[in-house]
């Protein structure tokens, strides 16, 4: 807190040398027109207010704007004091790169920053923290982008349910901290045995869920079978190993409820292995009984 209120204090310092420097000038030399010096000094206090307050939250390449444009301002009402004249209208490339470039310049890269800044916000918004997988909201917007492009060019669909086996005993017995590291290690080893544009996501608990665009029910179960070849997976200074129950599917395009049918059905099987002891998988058309 006294290291925040110091902080603070200082920027109020930089503010009012920020506001100090253009009014000695207003006061000790002659001003060509005072509206024009008046409102780039504003200007210019105001972009080392925002500069000062969101150095540590703002981008770089909006920090390096709002420098830009800073000494942009500060070179415009510059040019209001008749003093300075003779010395600013000397070189025509500093007027133009100074009064203009630099202002373009700054422009495009505070423009470039937030950009930049809303898409790592909408990134973190996507994400689940602690497996640093996608979360349900985003996986389903994800999915339904994924499948109606599959439904333009008919191709088929794969989706997998991950199931970590025994989980609440792992919680019950090892601790919270022990469970989180678990959830980690299957979210890192599921992630090494996707392709490149399977989508995973953490679905809830300690379940996980990937959608496998353009996949077919071979192509899908050689995913699961590497799903599994990894495993058991070892979590120091706990004596277990990690194993996981694999259900999967795969549907053609359909005009409606695409997702749920993938789900139900990858769900379906996931039950099926859970019911037979675990530590298996199963493709829902591999099911030996009606559903």
Known sequence: MLYWQGDLDMNYLWIAISALFPAYL????????KTDFLLESASFILLT?????????????????LLSLMICESYEFLEE?????????????????????LALLGLALIAYGIHNMFRR??????????????????????????????LRYMTETSMILVDIDHFKQVNDVYGHQVGDRVLVIVAEHLRKQIRGYDLLARWGGDEFIILCPSTSQSEVEEVMTRLQKSLPLPIQDAHFD????????TVLPMAENQFERLFFQADKALYKVKNNGRNNRCHFHDLSYDL
């Open 26 to 33: 207003f006061f000790s030399f002659q001003i060509l027109d």
């Open 49 to 65: 207010t925002i500069y000062l307050f969101g150095r540590t939250t703002l981008e770089y390449t909006v920090k390096l704007g």
């Open 81 to 101: 004091v008749y003093q300075f004249q003779s010395f600013i209208n000397s070189n025509a490339l500093v007027d133009i790169f100074v009064g203009d470039v």
């Open 121 to 150: 916000q909408r990134r973190m918004a996507e994400i689940e923290p602690l497996t640093n997988t996608f979360n349900k909201r985003a996986i389903e917007q994800l999915s339904k982008k994924e499948l109606e492009r599959s």
């Open 242 to 249: 990690v194993t996981l129950s694999i259900g999967g599917t």
